[in-house]
């Protein structure tokens, strides 16, 4: 898998968080000769400009509708050309579908443009939830709900013995953890929401983060701990953090989990 946005909340660029990068979630994941993508976040832009120009398929699990999962697909260049072939998995929330909710954030007086207007790809929109499994070049994908303002999936992939967990944005301290946990076990790969430090998630530095929908570091291991998942993977960074802040945090979790690694843009690692 490759990283191509790791920041949570909204795009921090610049000389501060050039080591980790700045842009928004999006993770390329790929095995046998499938290509799955985890959120469309800023760094979906620069995805799509890896992409060559004899058509390329993949499948695209968003795991929810803020914007900063999503505010890279109007810039998502592969949508453009007609030799793609993309399938949306995603859960409908409020009513709305996939389709009516990722066309809805590209209408004026938003954007410029319609989706209907600029999509040439060939695109497919199909409603996943909690619960569900499908197959797709011989792995099995999975989802579960997860603890975050407006309804969030997590999703695991397992593969040829191999698994992979991608939890951007979930707040530890519900009654979902034991299941997640379940959901999680074993997992070679936890790719964790590890936004806040405990100090700052419980309002002794800053404003109390409580209720934000997000964790902290210590979470972060002891989710690793408690599902024994074998790597963990620090995830959806403070868009305030900066490099060194990065550095000092992972320092602090390898205490811990010494294998850990906090997501920087391009790092690519094998499950």
Known sequence: MRFWGVRGSIPSPGTATRRFGGNTPCVEVRFGDQLVIFDLGSGARGLGESFGRE???????????????????????????PKNAFVVYGP?????????????????????????????????YREFSSGQTLEIGGAKISAIELNHPGGNLGYRIDYKGKSVVYATDIEHGSKLDERFYEFSRGADLLIYDAMYTEDEYRGRA????????????????????TAGVKRLVLFHHDPTRDDEGMEKMLREVRKYRPEAVAAREQMVLTA
Not at 55 to 81: E, R
């Open 92 to 124: 409908s929330r409020n009513g709305l579908g996939i389709k009516e909710i990722l066309a809805g954030q590209m209408v004026q007086p938003y954007f410029p443009v319609t989706a209907e207007m600029v999509f040439r790809a060939h695109v497919e």
């Open 55 to 81: 058509g390329t398929k993949a499948a695209i699990f968003v795991s929810h509708y803020h914007y900063d999962h999503l505010q890279g697909l109007p810039f998502f260049t592969p949508m453009f050309n």
């Open 206 to 225: 800053g404003p109390p983060r409580t209720g934000w929908g997000h964790s902290t570091w210590q979470a972060a291991v002891a989710a690793a701990d």
